[in-house]
Structure formats: structure tokens, C-alpha cells
């Protein structure tokens, strides 16, 4: 089965990263929607290291302010969602209820560079699966770099093992605030079938 024209524009040719909010809020339920299927795409042995913090209230946001780039600040503080898309560095502790067939957990115990690697790498394709669900259920994102990753780890996740990657602004874009899509490669430029 493959998508249909509607639906490859939704999640792709048409969708676009936005700098521009309107005004909507977004409902909570939706927020659980979006969780409830990017949990299902695959991480290698259902490592699923991924944590977030969807930041909604105006007092988290600001908490996050000073921690920003400043070209990153309006667009951010505008959005009616912020999401720090993080990496859970003791992920391999819940492989035997996510990955009950094997004893996953010792594949990595001692192991830290295999730890982080892991981590990062199943917690980005994650972070990729929010922004297709998000575009799926009808809000538009804005996934950017851009901030101090150490201070948000001490301000977010002090006391945790969780690391930030990267952050989604979520909701509804406003278009009139889009830039030009950029150029992207063609197959030849970027693939080879060998």
C-alpha cells in the first residue's frame, strides 16, 4: 500500500519549516495522538531512547528564553509548543520490558561509547518520527539547533540521565512567514545504486 498525493504532500513536498506561529493553541489530547504513533515507528532492538518535554506554558518557555540563539528567540517564544526532543543515556535499563526476547540489556552495560552512539542516533531518528506524526496530524513544525545544550540539560533534565539533541517548535505556521524552499540535491548528487 502506498500514501496517497494528499498525504506525501502533508508529511513532505508541501510541508515546510516554519519561523511563523498563528495564534492557536494546541490541545494536549493532540500532543498524546502525536506520542501514541511515533512511538510505533522502529529504533534498533525497540531501544525507543527518545524522551520529550513539550514546553506549552509561558513560564517554561521563558525558562528556555535565555538558553537560545538569539535569532532562534521569536520564533520560539511564539510557538504555541516547544518540544526538547532528548536522549535517555540509561535507555538500555528498560530493554527487558522493550526488547523482552533477548538480554539487550547486557549488550551495552560497560559499553559507553556503544551507550551514547545508541542514544543519539535511535533518539534523532525519533525526534524525525515526531515531526512526521506532528505533520500528520495536522501541525507544522520548526525543528532547529540553536541553543545551549548543556545549560537546557541543567535546566530540563538536572538530575536525570536524559541529554537535549534538538528542539521542534509545534502548532499551526502561519504562512505568510515562510522563506523560499530551499534547493535540495538531485538523486545523482546524493545517491548512487551500486
Not at 15 to 27: E, F, I, K, L, S
Not at 144 to 160: I, L, Q
Amino acid at each position: 500500500m502506498t500514501l496517497d498525493a494528499q498525504a506525501l504532500d502533508t508529511l513532505f513536498l508541501e510541508a515546510r519549516t516554519h519561523n511563523g506561529w498563528q495564534g492557536r493553541p494546541v490541545d494536549p489530547a493532540l500532543l498524546h495522538r502525536l506520542w501514541e504513533l511515533m512511538r510505533m515507528a522502529p529504533t534498533s532492538a525497540n531501544c525507543s531512547p527518545a524522551r520529550i518535554l513539550f514546553l506549552t506554558s509561558p513560564e517554561a518557555k521563558e525558562k528556555l528564553r535565555p538558553l537560545l540563539m538569539e535569532g532562534n528567540v521569536d520564533k520560539t517564544m511564539s510557538a504555541p509548543v516547544v518540544a526538547i526532543i532528548g536522549h535517555d543515556m540509561r535507555f538500555h535499563d528498560q530493554l527487558p520490558k522493550l526488547f523482552p526476547h533477548a538480554d539487550a540489556k547486557s549488550w551495552f552495560e560497560g559499553n559507553d561509547e556503544l551507550i551514547a552512539t545508541t542514544a543519539f542516533r535511535n533518539g534523532t531518528l525519533q525526534g524525525a518520527y515526531l515531526m512526521m506524526a506532528a505533520r500528520s496530524l495536522g501541525l507544522d513544525c520548526g525543528p532547529m539547533s540553536g541553543f545551549d545544550n548543556d545549560k537546557v540539560d541543567e535546566a530540563f533534565f538536572a538530575g536525570t540521565t536524559v541529554k537535549s539533541n534538538f528542539l521542534c517548535n509545534l502548532g499551526y505556521g502561519n504562512p505568510k512567514e515562510l522563506f523560499p524552499r530551499s534547493p535540495r540535491f538531485d538523486f545523482d548528487e546524493a545517491c548512487e545504486i551500486l
